[in-house]
């Protein structure tokens, strides 16, 4: 089984040799993740397999030690789907696991508060029509702030956070003395199922060094793979 090495580092604070986290998936032997993040639904993941292997053998349980249910299976079990159980309501390849806010945060190094019944996570929001999310932030304190957003990547199963500078659709504004975030149509779809961290630095001052940072994360609505491409 692979070593999650990074996943101690997010929860644990230390990776020493005397630490390992075992995974019910074997990525050495995975071909692709795929995820489907649906309005108003929790994600739905489908794991295909590398040839002449199988997810498990008993998919049910398997799905299950994902943090989800069982949702479908090949035969021969080279490709398997779960849906993530309601709390844990996103599926993160890297972390091979269903997580919820609280978690996906600590992963991102954020700490995400909307306004709202449920969070951007827990909900995906709709990047094919511009709209936007108020934050819990006070804004009245700050008169100048710079918004940088990124996206999560996993081809060739190497966790990266990739720019967006060169499309960036995101904004931050002010509402009722609170921060909104503000987006303009995804026209690419380069956005499409991505786990999306937006970080704003403010300061009181025009030009001066910012004395607030934050970052948040969004759920975008969509389809996402992720492939092994090194031959």
Request: proline letters at 3%; one cysteine or more.
């Amino acid at each position: 089984m692979k070593l999650k090495c990074f996943v101690l580092l997010i929860f644990l604070g230390a990776c020493g040799p005397s630490l390992t986290v075992s995974s019910p998936i074997d990525e050495s032997k995975v071909k692709s993740y795929s995820v489907a993040r649906l309005s108003g639904k929790v994600d739905m993941f489908t794991i295909k397999m590398k040839d002449g292997h199988a997810c498990a053998l008993k998919v049910w349980d398997w799905c299950q030690l994902l943090s989800a249910h069982y949702d479908s299976s090949w035969q021969n079990g080279s490709s398997c789907s779960c849906t993530c159980a309601y709390t844990p309501s996103s599926f993160l390849p890297s972390l091979q696991t269903c997580v919820n806010t609280t978690s996906a945060d600590r992963f991102a190094g954020c700490h995400s508060c909307f306004k709202g019944p449920s969070s951007a996570l827990q909900t995906p929001v709709d990047l094919q029509t511009s709209g936007g999310k108020t934050t819990c932030i006070s804004s009245k304190n700050y008169k100048s702030c710079e918004l940088h957003g990124e996206f999560f990547d996993y081809n060739d199963f190497q966790p990266r956070w990739i720019s967006m500078s060169d499309s960036i659709i995101f904004s931050l504004k002010k509402d009722n003395q609170k921060f909104f975030i503000e987006w303009k149509r995804d026209t690419a779809g380069k956005l499409s199922g991505r786990i999306i961290r937006l970080k704003f630095a403010c300061s009181n001052k025009t030009g001066q060094a910012p004395i607030m940072t934050r970052c948040m994360l969004i759920k975008a609505q969509g389809n996402v793979t992720c492939k092994y491409l090194i031959a």
